[in-house]
């Protein structure tokens, strides 16, 4: 059976054969060249001349045409449920933000955006609310990925500075990835790294992280750290450079804080990093042995109740060696999202202004507001995301717009932002669909454009800034974020200061502001755009930031030069905490949370792909053997997670990759995709105190196995119900949906039941039935036409199929064959997909393996072709050669 067919629409009369854009998924911000297939579909390659990937991507780039059609995409602007006209909704909304500004002042309303969000349209959402309403409650869901960064950084350097580049992974000796699953979650970088590692040896790369994750397949050294024991490692390392004499005391007379931290750092109990004095001195050997060190962090640095020390923690070390901004050396942060670093150069948080300037800097501000000609400005800094949610539940924030976030399902303590949300006098929602949890709480929706139908700019994790360009229409009545924003400002009454015709127009006002901030001292100045031509826009190649002159090499700080005022960079001391809860006997278990190699976000887009959503297609909680075994779990049962905020219903995936004590989760699941699978309603509000930053990653939880009466699985042509029982998950699939299910009470008639399930009542559709009590077995295939349309399997245990068959089935002639639920020996089934770009299940490969025909990754490749195309499954080919290549007789 074919893929289900799509709606397709007919590219930009402008559009070349190949349109050179960028990946909008994570912030290695990958350039892909985009065209149309002689079907009328998207095809996506990467783009071989752009410098962050030169033609690689990752299985979520390479699957992107997958994700443009238009099934559930919002299409015109809707109040209260009804659709409407641009004039009706942007009246609306102007109207009730001037009537609650005007009633209870501008801190009564805020800005809810998105990493998602294009430069432009992060421009002029900033300047509306900072410059013209005149608040700083413009925050963004950034906050939750990067603000730690952003803070240490700025007390450290004195601005956000992200020092080096790329490049420097090519050419280090020593790669530290700390709190960064990098094959995962930046998976042509850590490609770049592998490739780098391949060609040279002789680079060491160590891996520090609570999970033996799929980074770890290329570690010299994984270092198991405690949960939110980085502080204390990287402070453990510090002192030991300072006892073995290896500080830079030429880099040093660039620094004060030095005595401070180092006393900090001896006084702090090295056991809090939970390893062992032995792999703390192979650590501190490797790293203070090896000068060319790149120490990557990410969200397991950020996403901690300490997470800015812990960034200070990491650039202490650099700083106290001198191993900064020189080719080969640095810390460096990578970010999330594909523009969290465009959203910190215009100010989309909360505590920055705009280009890197102070918010609570008066001089900053009046440059600010002279520059746009603004009637007012912020004062201060505005409401941080987890403040600003617990505003609007106390009722003092009273309209909020949301733009390309699901808050609902990301934030922390997610069921209370849901009850804000849904007691909030008035709620703007932008967005492509109206399929989130966030957008069923809107008073106003509006449809905006998506990745391949809107032009501007992002800025990747090594500050390159690149051009986004469309390919495709926009659809129905959908509007660019910036030309939405633009409009409600000049609704506001401020039609001159949001008069763009078009986003070049707002890229060269931002471009004009970084000059000013420029001569204010600010590191981010890209002024020679100030004056760029719509044409000279169009054409926009990849370059790093700052240009001209002060480019240096395209990094920072190798001789000083910091952005504070005396030019000296700041060492912090750090004391090290633990998380902010701890464990206990009601929640004896640490959740951490984090990203699968295939979706991105609340899978709005990325579950489009049945492709994508073949890998790890169900929420799962991976628990350790040892905590298995004492809490009475099986592979594939399902379990209540409790928290003390919230519950979720979840799959058991027994590993020995958590520690014992320890769980994780995935955080994409939505209320969409599953019954109870939103696993920030389990993490507690708390934030990092400097950045505001919450600690997703630290919850403390207890875990139940469930007995459900019966356990099912569903595959169907079309969109199925939202299925009337105590557990389930929907995911798109190559011939329609899937259905993960279980009850508590077993319905009495399962056709019946299923035929509500599928919405075809009696006459619609034909049913084959195999029916066995004694084993409480239902199986169930429906036909019209002679085809397969839809098919339930039930029983009192986790149903075991070849579920790739059973799905491959629907619209297949024989329907009664199907209910099988296994292929003839003629056609094996090749199990869970491994490699989603090349379409290879993990019964393939582990064939192959056990029959000795293929022994290495490589040998994979060859006979199957997995893992030859973006290489994001590779980690995982090598775990299954490990796991099933047979013995020899002396192992
Ligand atoms: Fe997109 Fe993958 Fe590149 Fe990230 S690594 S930008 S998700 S193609």
Not at 681 to 710: F, H, I, Y
Request: hydrophobic share 45%.
């Amino acid at each position: 059976m074919n893929a289900r067919p799509k709606r397709l629409r007919p590219a930009r009369p402008n559009a070349t054969a190949m349109t050179r854009s960028t990946c909008p998924y994570c912030g290695v911000g990958c350039g892909v060249l985009i065209g149309r297939d002689a079907a009328g579909g998207v095809v996506v390659k990467g783009d071989p001349d752009h410098p962050a990937n030169f033609g690689r991507l990752c299985s979520k780039g390479t699957a992107l045409g997958e994700t443009v059609d238009l099934e559930d995409r919002l299409l015109a602007p809707r109040v209260n449920g009804q659709d409407t006209d641009w004039d009706s909704a942007l009246d609306l909304v102007a109207r009730r933000f001037r009537e609650v500004i005007a009633a209870h002042g501008p801190e009564a309303v805020a800005f809810y955006v998105s990493g998602q969000l294009l430069t432009e349209d992060y421009y002029v959402a900033n300047k509306l609310m900072k410059g013209f309403i005149g608040s700083g409650n413009i925050d963004t869901n950034s906050r939750l990925c990067m603000a730690s960064s952003v803070a240490g950084h700025r007390r450290a350097f004195g601005t956000d500075t992200v020092p080096g580049l790329y490049e420097d992974l090519d050419s280090a000796d020593l790669v530290v990835l700390t709190g960064s699953n990098l094959a995962w979650c930046h998976p042509v970088l850590y490609q770049r790294l592998v490739a780098a590692k391949a060609a040279r040896p002789a680079i060491k790369v160590v891996v520090i992280d609570p999970r033996r994750t799929a980074t770890c397949d290329i570690a010299d050294l994984h270092l198991a750290v405690a949960p939110g024991g980085d502080g204390a490692l990287f402070n453990a390392l510090l002192a030991e450079i300072a006892t073995r004499g290896a500080e830079c005391s030429a880099f040093l007379a660039y620094v004060d804080g030095y005595p401070a931290a180092l006393a900090a750092a001896r006084a702090s109990d090295p056991a809090l990093s939970g390893l062992s004095p032995a792999d703390l001195a192979a650590f501190c050997d490797l790293w203070i042995g090896i000068e060319r060190v790149v120490t990557v962090y990410s969200q397991s640095i950020n996403q901690s109740s300490s997470g800015t020390d812990k960034v200070n923690a990491i650039l202490n070390c650099h700083l106290a060696t001198g191993r900064i901004g020189r080719p080969g050396m640095g810390p460096f942060s990578v970010t999330g999202q594909p523009n969290a670093m465009g959203g910190r150069e215009v100010g989309g948080l909360a505590n920055m202004l705009a280009c890197h300037l102070e918010i609570e800097n008066p001089s900053h501000r009046a440059a600010v507001r002279d520059f746009w000609g603004a009637p007012r400005i912020a004062q201060g800094p505005g409401l941080k995301a987890v403040e600003m949610f617990r505003a609007v539940a106390a009722g003092r924030i009273k309209a909020i717009w949301i733009i390309h976030t699901n808050p609902v399902v990301s934030m922390p303590d997610a069921d209370a932002v849901r009850a804000a949300l849904a007691g909030c006098e008035f709620v703007v929602v932008s967005d492509i669909t109206d399929r989130t949890d966030t957008a069923l709480l809107a008073h106003v929706l509006l449809p905006a454009t998506a990745w391949a139908e809107k032009d501007g700019t992002v800025t990747n994790s090594e500050r390159r800034i690149s051009r986004q360009r469309a390919v495709l229409p926009a659809p129905g009545l959908a509007r660019p974020d910036w030309a939405i924003l633009a409009e409600v400002g000049r609704r506001m009454g401020w039609p001159a200061a949001f008069d763009w015709q078009s986003p070049a127009e707002v890229f060269a006002e931002h471009a004009a502001l970084s000059g000013v901030a420029g001569q204010l001292g600010s590191d981010f100045d890209v002024s020679d755009f100030a004056g760029i031509t719509p044409a000279q826009y169009e054409g926009l190649e990849p370059f790093l930031w700052p240009q001209g002159p002060r480019q240096r090499g395209g990094r920072f700080f190798a001789t000083g030069a910091f952005h504070t005022p005396d030019g000296k960079g700041r060492m912090i001391a750090v004391t090290p905490r633990p998380p902010a809860r701890a464990t206990c006997a009601n929640y004896p278990l640490r959740l951490n949370t984090g990203r699968t190699r295939d979706q991105w976000h609340t899978m709005t887009r990325t579950a489009k792909s049945a492709r994508l959503n073949q890998h790890l297609g169900e929420p799962y909680l991976e628990v350790n053997p040892a905590d298995a075994a004492a809490l009475g779990l099986e592979p594939a049962d399902l379990v209540r997670v409790t928290s003390p905020d919230g519950a979720a219903v979840l799959r058991v995936l027994i590993s020995d990759a958590v520690r014992a004590g320890e769980v994780f989760a995935p955080m994409h699941w939505t209320g969409e995709t599953a019954s109870a699978a939103r696993i920030d309603a389990l993490v507690a509000a708390v934030t990092d105190p400097v950045s505001g930053q919450p600690e997703s990653k630290a919850a403390v939880v207890r875990v139940e196995r469930l007995a459900p009466a019966w356990y099912g699985f569903a595959v169907s042509a079309e969109r199925p119900a939202d299925p009337d029982t105590a557990y389930w998950t929907r995911t798109r699939a190559t011939t329609g949906w899937r259905l993960e299910l279980a009850g508590d009470a077993t319905p009495a008639d399962w056709e019946d039941w299923a035929r509500g399930l599928f919405t075809l009542p009696e006459g619609t559709a034909e049913a084959v039935t195999l029916f066995d009590p004694a084993r409480g077995r239902a199986r169930i295939a429906f036909h019209a036409e002679g085809r397969l349309i839809a098919a339930l399997f039930t029983g009192r245990e986790p149903v075991a199929l070849a579920r790739t068959h059973v799905v491959a089935k629907v619209g297949a002639e024989n329907p009664a064959a199907v209910l099988a639920g296994q292929p003839g020996a003629d056609a094996p089934d090749p199990g869970p997909t491994v490699c989603a770009c090349l379409n290879v299940g993990v019964t393939q490969i582990r064939t192959a393996i056990e029959s000795g025909q293929a022994m290495s990754v490589a040998a994979i490749g060859a006979a199957l072709g997995a893992g030859t195309s973006c290489g994001s499954c590779r980690p995982e080919i090598a775990a299954l050669i490990a796991r099933f290549a047979p013995r020899t007789a002396a192992e």
